[in-house]
């Protein structure tokens, strides 16, 4: 564990969502914990620990879990894309969460006062992040959740925010959560990616790239949603930046 009292989790559910970060910290130390790996350096002076925990419910919560049990972080920050269930959330945009639900269910309150303190540049969004159990790939279904909450704010769906707060809670660690936007309410995913999902909840690339190939409509779907989270990832990266930043 790292010597010094500040220790910032950054947690992702896939490589991809955190790899721009990763590449910016100084100092990085490989910390191995059986099969897992976490890159524990500094940045903007802070020393963080940063993680994907894998993707799907059950990934995240034992994935987090078995992050502050091994670096004892001080607080977390949890990072990755989401689709868009209002209209006003266009692909790009950063939303950060005023709250995580898990179903109709609100969790604990995310640490809006160290957003608050922060000197973060980046034009973003505050607003629900509601955790799912499928892959909401059509318009109706995004638009049946939306109508389903609270419309006074923004909101987006993804798969594993609740777990990161849930279990961050449990820690009595405070907490962030920030999204960036994958694909917006108009938009139609390939209507095969819930298929595709494994016995625990992870999507099956191997699985897809198999259906995709007998469904040539979709690779351009595909393709486009793969340059996206790239894009994403970079605009997470530069916030993280930011907001960590915040307390040197």
Avoid: H
């Avoid at 059986?34 to 994907?52: D, E, F, H």
């Avoid at 309150?109 to 034009?123: G, H, I, S």
């Avoid at 907490?175 to 494994?198: H, K, N, Q």
């Amino acid at each position: 564990m790292p010597d010094s009292p500040e220790l910032i989790a950054i947690v992702a559910a896939m490589e991809e969502e955190v790899a721009p970060l990763r590449e910016r910290l100084d100092g990085v130390e490989e910390v191995k914990d059986g099969p897992r790996r976490y890159y524990v350096g500094t940045l903007s002076g802070v020393r963080v620990a940063v993680a994907a925990t894998g993707d799907g419910k059950r990934n995240a919560d034992l994935g987090i879990r078995r992050v502050i049990q091994k670096l004892e972080p001080t607080r977390v920050l949890a990072l990755g894309i989401a689709g868009a269930l209002s209209e006003g959330l266009a692909v790009g945009d950063l939303l950060i969460s005023s709250e995580v639900m898990e179903g109709d269910r609100t969790l604990a309150w995310p640490d809006l006062q160290w957003l608050e303190d922060a000197d973060v540049a980046l034009q973003y969004e505050l607003g629900r992040l509601v955790t799912v159990d499928e892959i909401l790939s059509t318009p109706d279904s995004k638009k049946v959740l939306w109508g389903k909450t609270w419309r006074d704010q923004p909101a987006a769906a993804d798969m594993e925010s609740a777990c990161f707060a849930r279990v961050a809670i449990a820690y009595n660690l405070p907490y962030l959560v920030a999204r960036a936007i994958s694909d917006d309410v108009t938009e139609t995913l390939p209507d095969f990616l819930e298929d595709c999902r494994a016995q625990d909840g992870s999507l099956d690339q191997r699985q897809v790239m198999w259906k995709a190939f007998w469904r040539p409509r979709s690779w351009l779907p595909l393709a486009r949603l793969r340059r996206r989270v790239g894009s994403c990832a970079l605009t997470l990266a530069d916030f993280a930046e930011a907001l960590v930043g915040s307390l040197a």
